[in-house]
Protein backbone atom coordinates (compact mmCIF):
# COMPACT_ATOMS: atom_id res chain seq x y z
CA UNK A 1 0.00 0.00 0.00
CA UNK A 2 1.87 3.12 -1.25
CA UNK A 3 -0.19 5.49 1.75
CA UNK A 4 1.65 6.21 5.01
CA UNK A 5 0.00 9.04 6.15
CA UNK A 6 -3.47 10.33 6.49
CA UNK A 7 -4.79 14.10 7.50
CA UNK A 8 -7.40 16.11 8.45
CA UNK A 9 -7.25 20.21 8.97
CA UNK A 10 -9.14 21.37 12.35
CA UNK A 11 -9.98 24.82 13.37
CA UNK A 12 -10.67 24.18 16.87
CA UNK A 13 -7.67 25.92 18.64
CA UNK A 14 -9.15 27.39 21.65
CA UNK A 15 -9.98 24.70 24.50
CA UNK A 16 -7.58 21.49 25.32
CA UNK A 17 -11.09 19.62 26.94
CA UNK A 18 -13.24 19.57 23.75
CA UNK A 19 -10.10 19.62 21.42
CA UNK A 20 -9.02 15.99 23.33
CA UNK A 21 -12.59 14.78 21.96
CA UNK A 22 -12.10 15.81 18.71
CA UNK A 23 -8.71 14.11 18.26
CA UNK A 24 -9.58 11.28 19.73
CA UNK A 25 -12.76 11.10 16.63
CA UNK A 26 -10.18 11.77 13.90
CA UNK A 27 -7.88 9.15 15.22
CA UNK A 28 -11.42 6.61 15.11
CA UNK A 29 -11.71 7.74 11.82
CA UNK A 30 -8.39 6.54 10.53
CA UNK A 31 -6.09 10.11 10.91
CA UNK A 32 -2.60 10.39 12.17
CA UNK A 33 -2.16 13.88 11.24
CA UNK A 34 -4.26 16.81 12.08
CA UNK A 35 -3.18 20.04 10.10
CA UNK A 36 -4.21 22.87 12.82
CA UNK A 37 -5.12 25.83 10.97
CA UNK A 38 -3.64 28.94 12.98
CA UNK A 39 -5.20 32.12 12.19
CA UNK A 40 -3.16 35.40 13.14
CA UNK A 41 -5.86 35.91 15.47
CA UNK A 42 -4.98 32.67 16.96
CA UNK A 43 -1.29 33.63 16.90
CA UNK A 44 -2.05 37.16 18.80
CA UNK A 45 -5.22 35.94 20.99
CA UNK A 46 -4.54 32.37 21.52
CA UNK A 47 -1.56 31.77 21.76
CA UNK A 48 -0.74 30.66 25.23
CA UNK A 49 -3.43 27.48 24.80
CA UNK A 50 -1.57 26.08 21.53
CA UNK A 51 1.45 24.25 22.63
CA UNK A 52 -1.59 22.15 24.89
CA UNK A 53 -3.62 21.23 21.81
CA UNK A 54 0.03 20.18 20.28
CA UNK A 55 0.63 18.46 23.42
CA UNK A 56 -2.91 16.53 23.76
CA UNK A 57 -2.98 15.87 19.80
CA UNK A 58 0.39 14.00 20.51
CA UNK A 59 -1.05 12.11 23.24
CA UNK A 60 -3.97 11.28 21.17
CA UNK A 61 -1.56 9.95 18.45
CA UNK A 62 -1.61 12.22 16.03
CA UNK A 63 1.23 14.74 14.24
CA UNK A 64 0.32 17.74 14.55
CA UNK A 65 1.24 20.06 10.95
CA UNK A 66 1.12 23.80 11.51
CA UNK A 67 -1.05 25.82 8.79
CA UNK A 68 -0.81 29.38 8.98
CA UNK A 69 -4.07 29.56 7.03
CA UNK A 70 -5.13 32.51 5.37
CA UNK A 71 -2.09 34.20 6.42
CA UNK A 72 -2.23 38.14 4.57
CA UNK A 73 -4.76 36.40 2.25
CA UNK A 74 -1.27 34.67 1.28
CA UNK A 75 -2.32 31.27 1.99
CA UNK A 76 -5.48 29.72 1.33
CA UNK A 77 -8.28 30.24 3.85
CA UNK A 78 -11.42 32.32 4.58
CA UNK A 79 -10.11 34.10 7.80
CA UNK A 80 -9.38 37.72 7.95
CA UNK A 81 -6.12 38.78 7.94
CA UNK A 82 -4.40 41.44 10.68
CA UNK A 83 -1.68 42.03 8.92
CA UNK A 84 -4.15 43.62 6.52
CA UNK A 85 -5.91 45.42 9.20
CA UNK A 86 -3.05 46.51 10.65
CA UNK A 87 -1.08 47.96 7.54
CA UNK A 88 -2.55 50.08 4.77
CA UNK A 89 0.99 49.62 2.70
CA UNK A 90 2.56 46.30 1.32
CA UNK A 91 -0.37 44.99 -0.77
CA UNK A 92 -0.70 43.47 -4.14
CA UNK A 93 -1.29 45.64 -7.10
CA UNK A 94 -3.25 45.14 -10.21
CA UNK A 95 -0.79 45.70 -13.09
CA UNK A 96 -3.63 46.82 -15.49
CA UNK A 97 -5.51 49.68 -13.36
CA UNK A 98 -3.16 50.09 -10.39
CA UNK A 99 -5.44 49.53 -7.61
CA UNK A 100 -4.71 48.17 -4.35
CA UNK A 101 -5.67 44.58 -3.57
CA UNK A 102 -7.17 43.10 -0.87
CA UNK A 103 -3.90 41.18 -0.46
CA UNK A 104 -0.55 40.98 1.55
CA UNK A 105 2.41 41.21 -0.83
CA UNK A 106 4.80 38.40 0.40
CA UNK A 107 7.54 39.89 -2.05
CA UNK A 108 8.15 43.01 0.61
CA UNK A 109 9.92 42.99 3.52
CA UNK A 110 7.63 43.88 5.99
CA UNK A 111 5.26 41.07 5.36
CA UNK A 112 8.40 38.28 5.27
CA UNK A 113 9.77 39.59 8.57
CA UNK A 114 5.90 39.37 9.90
CA UNK A 115 5.58 35.76 8.52
CA UNK A 116 9.15 34.81 9.32
CA UNK A 117 8.39 35.96 13.02
CA UNK A 118 5.02 34.16 13.63
CA UNK A 119 6.52 30.67 12.18
CA UNK A 120 9.66 30.84 14.13
CA UNK A 121 7.42 32.04 17.39
CA UNK A 122 5.44 28.40 16.56
CA UNK A 123 8.73 26.34 16.23
CA UNK A 124 10.62 28.05 19.98
CA UNK A 125 7.16 27.34 21.35
CA UNK A 126 5.34 24.71 20.75
CA UNK A 127 6.15 21.00 19.64
CA UNK A 128 4.87 20.91 15.92
CA UNK A 129 6.30 18.29 14.15
CA UNK A 130 6.12 20.47 10.42
CA UNK A 131 4.49 23.58 8.91
CA UNK A 132 2.44 23.14 5.63
CA UNK A 133 2.39 26.08 3.35
CA UNK A 134 -1.65 26.12 2.45
CA UNK A 135 -1.96 27.23 -1.63
CA UNK A 136 0.09 30.41 -1.79
CA UNK A 137 -0.94 32.58 -4.23
CA UNK A 138 -0.66 35.93 -6.24
CA UNK A 139 -4.29 37.42 -5.81
CA UNK A 140 -6.03 37.72 -9.00
CA UNK A 141 -7.89 40.56 -9.45
CA UNK A 142 -11.71 39.72 -10.19
CA UNK A 143 -12.03 41.88 -12.65
CA UNK A 144 -10.59 40.42 -15.34
CA UNK A 145 -9.91 36.72 -14.47
CA UNK A 146 -11.77 34.17 -11.92
CA UNK A 147 -10.34 31.22 -10.28
CA UNK A 148 -12.09 28.91 -12.98
CA UNK A 149 -12.38 31.22 -15.67
CA UNK A 150 -9.91 31.81 -18.70
CA UNK A 151 -7.16 33.42 -18.24
CA UNK A 152 -7.32 37.36 -18.16
CA UNK A 153 -4.32 40.03 -18.73
CA UNK A 154 -4.67 41.57 -15.47
CA UNK A 155 -2.01 40.06 -12.91
CA UNK A 156 -0.71 41.19 -9.38
CA UNK A 157 1.54 42.10 -8.17
CA UNK A 158 2.67 45.46 -9.19
CA UNK A 159 3.11 47.62 -5.97
CA UNK A 160 6.35 49.86 -5.58
CA UNK A 161 8.35 47.46 -3.96
CA UNK A 162 8.02 44.38 -6.53
CA UNK A 163 8.82 47.63 -9.23
CA UNK A 164 11.70 48.67 -7.59
CA UNK A 165 13.02 44.74 -7.53
CA UNK A 166 12.19 43.97 -11.16
CA UNK A 167 13.63 47.19 -12.49
CA UNK A 168 17.41 46.21 -10.27
CA UNK A 169 17.26 43.06 -11.63
CA UNK A 170 16.25 43.25 -15.19
CA UNK A 171 17.50 47.20 -15.99
CA UNK A 172 13.92 48.03 -17.19
CA UNK A 173 10.74 48.96 -15.65
CA UNK A 174 8.36 46.30 -14.79
CA UNK A 175 5.89 46.22 -18.03
CA UNK A 176 2.02 45.88 -17.62
CA UNK A 177 1.60 43.24 -19.88
CA UNK A 178 2.99 40.21 -18.51
CA UNK A 179 6.36 38.59 -20.14
CA UNK A 180 8.60 35.87 -19.63
CA UNK A 181 10.85 38.17 -17.72
CA UNK A 182 7.85 39.28 -15.20
CA UNK A 183 6.62 35.11 -15.09
CA UNK A 184 10.31 34.34 -14.25
CA UNK A 185 10.37 37.54 -11.94
CA UNK A 186 7.07 36.50 -10.08
CA UNK A 187 8.07 32.97 -9.69
CA UNK A 188 11.55 33.45 -8.16
CA UNK A 189 10.06 35.99 -5.73
CA UNK A 190 7.17 34.15 -4.34
CA UNK A 191 9.45 31.05 -4.01
CA UNK A 192 11.84 33.54 -1.93
CA UNK A 193 9.42 33.64 0.44
CA UNK A 194 9.34 30.03 1.01
CA UNK A 195 12.48 28.71 0.35
CA UNK A 196 13.79 31.39 3.34
CA UNK A 197 11.48 30.73 5.96
CA UNK A 198 11.54 26.58 5.19
CA UNK A 199 15.99 27.21 5.69
CA UNK A 200 15.40 29.30 8.85
CA UNK A 201 13.03 26.57 10.10
CA UNK A 202 14.78 23.42 9.43
CA UNK A 203 18.24 25.21 10.59
CA UNK A 204 16.17 25.92 13.87
CA UNK A 205 14.91 22.01 14.21
CA UNK A 206 15.99 19.77 11.30
CA UNK A 207 13.20 17.28 12.44
CA UNK A 208 10.33 19.79 10.96
CA UNK A 209 8.62 18.48 7.96
CA UNK A 210 7.49 21.26 4.94
CA UNK A 211 4.97 20.78 2.65
CA UNK A 212 4.04 22.77 0.17
CA UNK A 213 0.44 22.44 -1.46
CA UNK A 214 0.39 24.14 -5.00
CA UNK A 215 -2.89 24.49 -6.88
CA UNK A 216 -4.30 22.05 -9.48
CA UNK A 217 -3.67 23.45 -12.47
CA UNK A 218 -4.42 22.08 -15.31
CA UNK A 219 -5.16 24.85 -18.76
CA UNK A 220 -7.16 27.31 -17.19
CA UNK A 221 -8.34 26.32 -13.78
CA UNK A 222 -6.62 28.16 -11.48
CA UNK A 223 -5.50 30.40 -14.23
CA UNK A 224 -2.19 28.61 -14.21
CA UNK A 225 0.23 31.09 -15.16
CA UNK A 226 -0.65 33.85 -12.51
CA UNK A 227 -0.81 31.93 -9.22
CA UNK A 228 2.93 32.14 -8.53
CA UNK A 229 3.90 28.26 -7.74
CA UNK A 230 2.18 27.03 -11.24
CA UNK A 231 5.99 26.19 -12.01
CA UNK A 232 5.91 23.17 -10.48
CA UNK A 233 9.99 22.14 -11.24
CA UNK A 234 11.12 25.60 -9.34
CA UNK A 235 8.59 23.99 -6.06
CA UNK A 236 9.28 20.83 -6.15
CA UNK A 237 13.15 21.40 -6.47
CA UNK A 238 13.33 23.40 -3.43
CA UNK A 239 15.71 21.48 -0.98
CA UNK A 240 13.89 22.36 1.91
CA UNK A 241 10.57 20.90 1.34
CA UNK A 242 9.66 17.08 2.25
CA UNK A 243 6.22 17.28 0.57
CA UNK A 244 4.98 18.18 -2.62
CA UNK A 245 1.35 18.08 -2.50
CA UNK A 246 -1.31 19.56 -4.92
CA UNK A 247 -4.72 20.78 -3.57
CA UNK A 248 -8.41 19.73 -3.76
CA UNK A 249 -10.16 19.04 -6.70
CA UNK A 250 -13.65 19.10 -7.10
CA UNK A 251 -16.08 16.18 -7.19
CA UNK A 252 -17.57 17.99 -10.22
CA UNK A 253 -14.46 17.61 -12.34
CA UNK A 254 -13.72 14.57 -14.36
CA UNK A 255 -12.03 11.63 -13.60
CA UNK A 256 -9.15 12.37 -16.65
CA UNK A 257 -8.44 15.85 -14.37
CA UNK A 258 -7.94 14.26 -11.13
CA UNK A 259 -5.77 11.35 -13.09
CA UNK A 260 -3.72 13.63 -14.89
CA UNK A 261 -3.06 16.24 -11.45
CA UNK A 262 -2.12 12.92 -9.11
CA UNK A 263 0.01 11.25 -12.13
CA UNK A 264 2.10 14.82 -12.38
CA UNK A 265 2.36 15.24 -8.27
CA UNK A 266 3.54 11.76 -7.98
CA UNK A 267 6.06 12.07 -10.76
CA UNK A 268 6.97 15.75 -9.67
CA UNK A 269 7.42 14.35 -5.57
CA UNK A 270 9.62 11.20 -6.98
CA UNK A 271 11.77 13.43 -9.29
CA UNK A 272 12.99 15.40 -6.32
CA UNK A 273 12.81 13.08 -4.03
CA UNK A 274 9.90 14.36 -2.34
CA UNK A 275 7.15 12.50 -0.88
CA UNK A 276 3.82 13.16 -2.60
CA UNK A 277 0.03 13.96 -1.38
CA UNK A 278 -3.08 14.51 -2.53
CA UNK A 279 -6.17 15.92 -1.16
CA UNK A 280 -10.18 15.13 -0.89
CA UNK A 281 -12.78 17.38 -0.85
CA UNK A 282 -14.17 16.99 2.53
CA UNK A 283 -16.40 20.07 2.50
CA UNK A 284 -18.66 22.21 0.22
CA UNK A 285 -19.54 19.39 -1.96
CA UNK A 286 -20.22 15.99 -1.88
CA UNK A 287 -19.66 13.39 -4.48
CA UNK A 288 -22.83 12.97 -6.06
CA UNK A 289 -22.05 9.25 -5.52
CA UNK A 290 -20.43 8.02 -2.42
CA UNK A 291 -19.04 5.39 -4.54
CA UNK A 292 -16.41 8.14 -6.30
CA UNK A 293 -15.26 8.59 -2.80
CA UNK A 294 -13.89 5.09 -2.49
CA UNK A 295 -12.76 5.51 -6.38
CA UNK A 296 -10.60 8.05 -6.15
CA UNK A 297 -8.97 7.30 -2.93
CA UNK A 298 -8.10 4.02 -4.46
CA UNK A 299 -7.27 6.29 -8.08
CA UNK A 300 -4.46 7.79 -5.28
CA UNK A 301 -3.15 4.68 -3.89
CA UNK A 302 -2.62 3.52 -7.35
CA UNK A 303 -0.85 6.28 -8.51
CA UNK A 304 1.32 6.25 -5.81
CA UNK A 305 0.74 8.69 -3.10
CA UNK A 306 2.25 8.93 -0.34
CA UNK A 307 0.11 11.00 2.18
CA UNK A 308 -4.01 11.61 1.56
CA UNK A 309 -5.46 15.08 3.59
CA UNK A 310 -9.32 15.96 3.86
CA UNK A 311 -10.40 19.68 4.18
CA UNK A 312 -11.58 19.69 6.74
CA UNK A 313 -12.89 18.00 9.76
CA UNK A 314 -16.22 16.64 10.39
CA UNK A 315 -16.78 17.92 6.18
CA UNK A 316 -17.22 21.44 7.97
CA UNK A 317 -20.30 20.77 9.78
CA UNK A 318 -21.64 23.96 10.97
CA UNK A 319 -19.82 25.90 9.16
CA UNK A 320 -20.84 28.42 5.72
CA UNK A 321 -18.58 25.96 3.58
CA UNK A 322 -20.08 22.71 5.43
CA UNK A 323 -20.54 20.44 2.57
CA UNK A 324 -23.91 18.43 2.24
CA UNK A 325 -23.94 15.98 4.12
CA UNK A 326 -21.27 16.73 6.11
CA UNK A 327 -21.24 14.40 9.01
CA UNK A 328 -21.84 10.94 6.30
CA UNK A 329 -19.04 12.31 4.10
CA UNK A 330 -16.64 12.60 6.98
CA UNK A 331 -17.66 8.70 8.00
CA UNK A 332 -16.83 8.04 4.45
CA UNK A 333 -13.71 9.76 4.76
CA UNK A 334 -13.03 7.40 7.63
CA UNK A 335 -13.96 4.65 6.20
CA UNK A 336 -11.32 4.95 3.64
CA UNK A 337 -8.65 6.01 5.72
CA UNK A 338 -8.69 3.06 7.61
CA UNK A 339 -9.29 1.52 4.79
CA UNK A 340 -5.62 2.07 3.11
CA UNK A 341 -4.18 2.23 6.54
CA UNK A 342 -5.20 -1.20 7.05
CA UNK A 343 -6.95 -0.32 10.68
CA UNK A 344 -9.82 -1.78 11.88
CA UNK A 345 -13.56 -0.50 11.76
Keep these: MSVKHTAVSYYGLNYVEHA ?14 VILAITEFDMDFWFPNIQSIVECAHE ?9 WGIGKYFGGEQVSLFLQNNIHHRQVSAMTGETLPNACF ?15 LARNTEVDGFFWDEPHYALPKSYASITGGAGDDWACRCPECMEKFRAYYGYEMPRLMNDDVKQFRWREALKTLS ?8 YNPKLEITCCVHATLNTYYVTEQRGYDNWEMVAACPYFDVFSSTIISWDLPESFFKDVTNRTVAMAKKYGKQSERWIMGYNKRPADWKQLDHVVDLYEDAGVDRLASWTYRGGYGTVVAAPDALELWDRIGACYRRVLKKPE
Aim: contains cysteine; charged residues 35%; aromatic residues 8%.
Design 20 to 33: REDFKEMAEHGCDT
Design 60 to 68: CGLRVLADL
Design 107 to 121: NTNAFRDYFHGLCMK
Design 196 to 203: DISRDLKE
